[in-house]
């Protein structure tokens, strides 16, 4: 009757670290998701910002492979594409969101690195930079669009 106890306890303690773990990531995606596509406070006059852009890069990662997190790397490696249906299966993709404050115009952005699966994103990462290290990176983007259409 003791090792029953002890079995039944160690048994809920097993399901509730499973179930832990499991919502604990859910809530952690619902998070970044949250903060990296809604609104954000400004850091220089804590004032609203909001997401003003949003534009989609693939980057040479694959599945759970690590890689470095830097506006380097971003800018270095990230092809653009035009929507999630050009993600080929098992390659990982980044959202760069653009924020700008409402009260003093101040911009950041805001990456969410993500892998495809089953049409749903699964966060990998996510970092927030300051809007001049991309500026040239995002009108580079805008003038081959225009080259594009052309």
Known sequence: ????????????????????????????????????????????????????????????????????ESAEYYIRNAKPIADDSQIPSGNRACYLHVFQCQDCGYKNISIVDFLKVRETDMIKGGEI???????????????KEEQDVC
Do not use: W
């Open 129 to 143: 930079y300051p809007y001049e290290e991309f500026e040239h990176f995002i009108s580079n983007r805008y003038i």
């Open 1 to 68: 009757m003791g090792k029953d106890i002890i079995y039944n306890i160690l048994f809920v303690i097993i399901v509730l670290s499973v179930l832990c773990v499991f919502f604990g990531r859910l809530i952690l995606v619902f998070i970044i998701r949250h903060t990296n596509t809604e609104t954000q406070k400004c850091k220089k006059c804590k004032g609203i910002m909001t997401a003003v852009e949003s534009f989609l890069y693939l980057i040479p990662v694959y599945f759970d492979d690590e890689h470095e």
